[in-house]
């Protein structure tokens, strides 16, 4: 650290007082100034002696200088016009593939969806460190490049100069300590059947990185921040929220799209082009100078690419998949070929595409009366077989006049309507998507819609489809005798054959308004239904008026269209919100009265968002780096990668059936780790991580109770009885400084501001508002309550099927006259509209408590025995033990784990010898083994539990339960197993626990699949029989066996030492003969030749000495 006196400072830079020196104090005792430099990010400490006064005493020059220059920078900072670029700067994010980090201006798009092997070299290095070297890591094919851009002259004064340039905005915000924090929310997939309903959310911080350019400058020129984009099974739609960490300048808060688009494909050339049809590089106003404005027309929160059709004479579609943040023109590639025929006549040809819907993984488009369809490929939705290879043409036979859009998914499916003219004039055709599937059906069967109806020329002008009540709504028009027009409202109920209610009949010769009335006499549907009337207008925002007839109230709900912004739009709303103003200086002021009924709206007590909202959020910041300046590189990005990937794969892990000790998804990651925090932080501390990297082990984790957020929840969760409360605070226009007696009588403040609270299904939600007048402030408070009434729901999973309804808080008088405006732009105030789902909410399970269930085991059994061969994900419970499960009800969102107190059912629905052998029983097998009815001499398990259920077929558990005997009867599948090894049988039940039609507490379906690791158990009679004659008759066999050894082996040894003895001697003898007989017959051999030799032989005393030969052999 450089230490320089105050005056010969660098002016641009600022100071700050860290610590001040004792007055009074010894001359020992400094007094320190550090300042820091703006614009080259470098800090020094001014040192000077601190002054011991008596009398009071000026300050030196430089102090004085140091102090206004102080004040200077506390002015220049609170002035409008020193820091104006709150309202011009804006972050810009752009997808960067793996191998293209670094480089500033490369952007791709999302097309890979699968984790790539590209970080496990890297954390191969990683010793010493608390990741497992030995763990699988992956990485994701894309990160995001963060960057922020500030449009026109963006001052920021400074002491020394004015910075004027964005990307030294961004170096200066980086040496301040500036970090862009990223929010990616996952939208939950559509057919909950595959997949799990959860929202989720990851938080992450961008790690800074400099641009793989070439660059003059020794530090740095182009700087960019960087985080991971995970991807996630069964989400294609993903919000990206980018916003600071409140140091460097402001920048607001931005929202970006980042959805996959398979729509995409890699050419021979590996460059990504559409498989809908040709791009167009450049897009020019002469293709749209024809065009009208149109709707956007897609399933709401889950369709990741969205089109617009309706440009016109061009088989052309707008494309996008960041919800027109950006956007490509694609010519489809479709054939076209269409002619006329009888029963479709061909009454003007268009190259047009007139409809066009988008759903979560098919796009269909409507050319003349041709449909099509192409199905995208997304493998992390379904198996890729199910994708389209070109576009494919549906309904050929029939004669499609209109496409109209679900907007709601509904029982795990999408859907769209289309209408058909000519001879199925009246008839509908319902398509339905799952897993990119498609399927249509035609609605009625047998019979139109128009034959319920008097009149001639109907047609099907409309038509929408509630999926969740497989219910149809129709707008028809008829000509009646008098040839004028009626139009007819329909409801269709597909479940109810037959079933067709008239709602809504415009009278004849209406007026433009198109008022309706209702239907008295014509309905051809046994089931009642509610009279309602109201009034239709052509708008952006369409309000529907409900009469209630009990209540003697109006009741309303609105939908706002999908409608892409324009400029004129943007002009409407900032003349609405124009309070006074003028034009120029010769012209007389234009005022405008302020016609909003408050001054103030604001809300209070709220909700906590995240729980109500039901989203689950995890906090994964990047890696600390011991580089001098704080940057990462490729190597610390990719380790960065493969935490984010393991913090995900780890929540997918944790949804098993077994509880975990801790109910943390992230505890097993570090349980062995975290005794070495500190020698990892020590070698962190000394340069001596591997690869200049510390893993802080704390900072992964999951995040619960974070209310960071003003307003109410985007979409509320309801469980049985539950409620949620808010305080809408409103104050008037007049002026609080007026009197009472000014006033008058006629003044009340609540008659002005009053508020209206609407609940769509009054059935279902109970609204309640407690009004509370605040006089001295010309206020008021209504505290409002939202409660569910449960009736509405019977019982469902976490996250299904779900009851559809909404509330909304409107002030009366405020349409379209209240606005607010802020810096992120103009709002309407007034209304407020929450959607509310009522169900078994997201995030819910049952967990097998088997920690609390071995210590209790151990208590009333008075001992444990584990299997041999321990597996501590999967403890084994004796036969002969009593066993009482006990359950957890885990919230994955607030962190909550407590036990499961109310009724369930168990039932033994599979089984095996081993794991690999476990399979599912049949319906008839799954009441022999659970049921007390039956006779078979089938059951597993009884209980003393006395209450079932009302058919008597199976026990209703709780946790109060006696606990379960096992019995494994004649006729299980457990009875009598044959033992495999030394130790006792085994065996694998297969458990089910569900509370459903059994706990009133809830609408919460929990159920729960598990296995259970049976050991000890007994075998059969007859196989325990015959073991037993079979061991009796090796024992008897060896007892015999014994006696006779150990009566006869006396003898046997004497048997065998004399038979011994005589082979011995046998071979001693024959090998002495043998001996001798070679020896003698040398001696007298050697003996002859040499006589012979000497003298001449004679017969005589050859004769003799054979005789004496054969003496001495025979002696």
């Not at 005792?29 to 800090?43: E, N, P």
């Not at 791709?108 to 969806?113: A, K, S, T, V």
């Not at 990741?304 to 004479?313: D, H, K």
């Not at 609408?1003 to 009679?1021: A, T």
Request: proline share 4%.
């Amino acid at each position: 650290m450089e230490t320089r006196a105050l005056v010969g400072a660098p002016r641009g830079s600022r100071a700050a007082i860290l610590r001040a020196g004792k007055r009074g104090g010894t001359g020992a005792a400094k007094q320190r100034l550090t300042r820091f430099d703006q614009v080259t990010g470098s800090s020094y400490m001014v040192r000077w002696p601190a002054m011991l006064p008596v009398s009071p005493v000026l300050p030196r020059k430089s102090q004085l200088w140091a102090f206004w220059a102080l004040l200077l920078v506390a002015w220049l900072s609170l002035t409008p016009w020193a820091v104006d670029h709150h309202h011009r700067c804006s972050w810009l994010v752009v997808l960067n593939k793996f191998e293209r980090v670094g480089s500033h201006f490369s952007q791709d798009r999302f097309l890979d969806q699968e984790p790539m092997d590209t970080v496990a070299k890297v954390f191969e290095k990683l010793s010493d460190s608390p990741v497992d070297t030995q763990e699988r890591y992956l990485g994701f094919p894309y990160y995001l490049q963060i960057n922020f851009s500030c449009t026109g002259q963006v001052r920021i004064y400074t002491v020394k100069r004015m910075i004027s340039n964005s990307e030294e905005l961004a170096r200066k915000g980086h040496l301040m300590g500036m970090r862009p924090v990223v929010l990616i929310s996952y939208r939950y997939p559509v057919n909950f059947y595959r997949w799990k309903i959860e929202n989720l959310q990851v938080q992450m911080e961008a790690a800074p990185l400099r641009s793989t350019e070439h660059c003059a400058a020794e530090a740095m020129c182009v700087l960019n921040w960087y985080t991971p984009m995970p991807i996630k099974n069964g989400s294609v739609v993903m919000s990206v929220d980018i916003s600071s960490n409140g140091i460097g300048p402001f920048i607001p808060r931005k929202r970006f799209y980042m959805n996959m688009n398979g729509f995409l494909k890699r050419d021979a050339n590996e460059k990504v082009i559409y498989t809908i049809g040709y791009e167009s590089i450049v897009m020019k106003s002469n293709n749209f100078k024809k065009s009208k404005s149109r709707p956007l027309w897609y399933t709401i929160n889950h369709a990741p690419v969205l089109i617009l059709g309706g440009i016109e004479g061009e088989k052309a579609l707008l494309i996008t998949d960041t919800n027109f943040q950006d956007a490509s023109l694609v010519e489809l590639s479709i054939d076209s070929c269409w002619v006329g025929s009888y029963y479709c006549p061909m009454l003007s040809f268009s190259a047009t595409i007139f409809d066009a819907i988008s759903t979560e993984s098919t796009l269909f488009i409507r050319q003349n009366q041709l449909v099509y369809y192409f199905t995208g490929r997304y493998s992390t939705l379904f198996d890729t077989s199910h994708s389209s290879s070109r576009w494919v043409r549906v309904l050929p036979t029939e004669c499609i006049k209109k496409l109209c859009p679900v907007f709601v998914n509904g029982n795990g499916s999408e859907y769209v309507l289309a209408l058909n003219t000519g001879i199925h004039e009246g008839y509908i055709h319902i398509g339905t998507i799952t897993d990119g599937l498609v399927s249509f059906q035609m609605v009625p069967t047998g019979w139109s819609v128009c034959d319920m109806l008097s009149g001639t020329n109907c047609t099907i002008d409309w038509a929408t489809y509630i999926a969740d009540e497989k219910n149809l709504l129709l707008l028809l028009e008829i000509l009646n005798e008098n040839l004028d027009k009626v139009f007819y409202l329909l409801s269709f109920n597909l479940a109810i054959i037959g079933c067709t209610s008239s709602i809504w009949r415009t009278s004849p010769r209406s007026t433009p308004s198109n008022t309706w009335s209702t239907l008295t006499t014509e309905r051809w549907c046994l089931s009642q239904i509610k009279r309602r009337s109201g009034t239709f207008w052509r708008v952006a925002m369409m309000c529907t008026v409900w009469s209630h007839p009990v209540a003697g109230t109006l009741m309303f709900s609105c939908t706002r269209w999908n409608t892409l912004p324009s400029l004129g739009t943007e002009s409407i709303w900032s003349a609405s919100s124009m309070r006074m103003g003028s034009s120029t200086r010769k012209y007389k002021k234009l005022s405008f009265t302020n016609l909003c009924p408050f001054k103030v709206m604001r809300l209070r007590d709220l909700p906590e968002k995240q729980h109500f909202a039901r989203q689950e959020l995890y906090h994964a910041p990047p890696p600390l780096v011991s580089q001098t300046l704080g940057f990462h590189n490729n190597k610390t990005l990719a380790v960065y990668q493969g935490l984010v990937y393991y913090l995900l794969w780890l929540h997918s892990k944790y949804d098993k059936p077994y509880a975990d000790p801790v109910h943390d998804p992230t505890w097993r990651w570090w349980q062995h780790k975290k005794q070495y925090k500190d020698y990892y932080f020590y070698l962190s501390s000394n340069w001596l991580a591997a690869e200049g990297v510390y893993i802080d082990m704390s900072s992964y984790q999951k995040l619960y109770n974070i209310s960071n957020d003003h307003g109410l929840p985007e979409i509320v969760f309801l469980d049985k009885g539950t409620s949620f409360s808010f305080t809408v605070f409103l104050s008037s226009q007049e002026d609080t400084l007026m009197s009472a007696a000014t006033l008058g009588t006629t003044f009340q403040v609540e008659k002005k501001l009053a508020v209206a609270v609407v609940v769509a299904d009054p059935d279902c939600l109970k609204a309640t508002v407690k009004q509370e007048v605040l006089l001295n402030r010309k206020a008021v408070l209504y505290k409002i309550k939202i409660e569910d009434r449960k009736v509405c729901y019977d019982q469902g999973l976490s996250g299904h099927n779900l009851k559809k309804t909404s509330m909304m808080i409107k002030v009366l008088g405020s349409a379209g006259k209240c606005f607010q405006t802020t810096f992120l732009g103009t709002s309407m105030q007034g209304n407020l509209m929450v959607p509310v789902l009522i169900g078994c909410p997201p995030g819910k399970r049952l967990a097998f408590d088997v920690t609390y269930t071995i210590l209790h085991s151990r208590e009333i059994n008075k001992h444990y025995f584990d299997c041999v061969k321990s597996n501590p994900e999967m403890p084994c419970f004796l036969f002969r033990d009593l066993f009482q499960p006990f359950f957890l009800v885990q919230d994955m969102v607030t962190g909550d784990s407590g036990s499961f107190l109310g009724s369930y059912l168990l039932k033994v629905v599979g089984g095996g010898h081993t794991l690999d052998t476990i399979r599912d029983y049949t319906e008839e097998e799954i009441f022999r083994y659970n049921s007390p009815l039956d006779n078979s001499e089938s059951l597993i398990w009884k209980t003393k539990v006395e209450r079932t259920t009302r058919d008597k077929k199976f026990y209703i558990m709780s946790y109060l339960s006696p606990g379960i005997e096992w019995l494994c009867l004649e006729n299980s599948p457990c009875h009598d197993i044959t033992p495999g090894n030394i130790f006792a049988p085994e065996f694998f039940l297969k458990l089910l626990v569900s509370n459903r039609g059994v706990d009133t507490s809830t609408y919460c379906d929990y159920q729960l699949i598990f296995i259970l690791h049976m050991h000890g158990l007994p075998l059969s009679s007859n196989r325990s029989l015959f073991i037993v004659i079979v061991s009796i008759s090796l024992l008897s066999g060896l007892v015999v066996f014994y006696i006779l050894f150990c009566i006869l082996w006396p003898h046997i040894v004497k048997a065998w030492a004399s038979l011994r003895w005589k082979i011995n001697n046998i071979m001693a003898s024959e090998s002495y003969y043998t001996y001798a007989t070679s020896t003698a017959g040398f001696s007298v051999h050697s003996h002859t030749v040499s006589e012979e030799s000497v003298k001449a032989p004679s017969k005589a005393g050859s004769a003799g000495g054979i005789a004496e030969a054969e003496k001495a052999q025979e002696a």
